[in-house]
């Protein structure tokens, strides 16, 4: 069983950075892809960015320039930087992971990822 547990959420004035994190524990593979989501309340859940276990990345038109994904050297944390966070960032921000099929990058779709973490949300103010 895989365990993903995100930390880092918080209240933010727009134009602040703000980074979260996702902690992976148990049963993990050398191959893997994870991905960071948001969902903003009435909306769908959307793929923000998503890594690969070679480190490559893929990112939504809309998280291009100011998000950044990265994971620590032993691979047991994500990360997401939001920089600068605008109003339209707020949203429950999910980490996810997938080990059972090689992409050419990793994916962007909800539906490509198996495990969950439960979220932690954003909030930005104008």
């Known amino acids: 069983q895989v365990r993903l547990l995100e930390s880092g959420g918080g209240s933010v004035q727009a134009g602040g950075s703000l980074r979260i994190s996702c902690a992976v524990s148990?049963?993990?593979?050398?191959?893997?892809?994870m991905g960071w989501f948001r969902q903003a309340p009435g909306k769908e859940r959307e793929g923000v960015a998503s890594i690969d276990s070679a480190g490559s990345t893929s990112y939504a038109d809309s998280a291009k320039g100011r998000f950044t994904i990265s994971q620590d050297d032993s691979k047991n944390t994500l990360h997401l930087e939001i920089n600068p966070l605008r109003p339209e960032d707020t949203a429950m921000y999910y980490c996810?992971?997938?080990?059972?099929?090689?992409?050419?990058?990793?994916?962007?779709?909800?539906?490509?990822?198996?495990?969950w973490g439960q979220g932690t949300q954003v909030t930005v103010s104008s």
């Open positions: 996810a992971a997938q080990f059972r099929y090689r992409y050419e990058r990793p994916p962007l779709g909800r539906y490509d990822y198996h495990y």
């Open positions: 148990g049963n993990t593979y050398s191959y893997y892809c």
